[in-house]
């Protein structure tokens, strides 16, 4: 069982950055592919961006295309998601979660061993 803590949130100004981190406990992290959701008040769990397990393959929720960044750290069990551009509709917790298979689409049934989540909250 992979366990999972995210941290980085915050609250930052439209237009500011956040990076976020997700460190991954046992040796298999490089095996998965890994995901960030988001969740707003009142809403559902949406999907935000994937990598595969060596990071040569990634993609976005067309509303974050081109602001955020997935990457991620084999050797320091580590995936990040650099948010630039940020916008008042970003606002949300936070998920990361590990991917069971990057050939299948990012619906959230294909992720699990979710985080707590952190909070991010972009002013206007």
């Known amino acids: 069982q992979v366990q999972l803590v995210e941290s980085g949130g915050g609250l930052v100004q439209a237009g500011g950055s956040l990076r976020l981190s997700c460190v991954a406990s046992?040796?298999?992290?490089?095996?998965?592919?890994m995901g960030w959701f988001r969740q707003a008040p009142g809403q559902e769990r949406e999907f935000v961006a994937r990598?595969?397990?060596?990071?040569?393959?990634?993609s976005y929720a067309e509303s974050v295309k081109g602001r955020f960044t997935i990457s991620r750290d084999n050797a320091k069990n580590t995936v990040y998601l650099q948010m630039n551009s940020l916008k008042p509709e970003d606002t949300a917790v936070y998920y990361c979660?590990?991917?069971?298979?990057?050939?299948?689409?990012?619906?959230?049934?294909?992720?699990?061993?979710w985080g707590q989540g952190t909070q991010v909250t972009v002013s206007s």
């Open positions: 046992g040796r298999t992290f490089s095996s998965y592919a």
């Open positions: 990598i595969n397990s060596d990071g040569g393959s990634t």
């Open positions: 979660a590990v991917h069971w298979d990057y050939g299948l689409g990012p619906g959230v049934m294909d992720f699990g061993s």
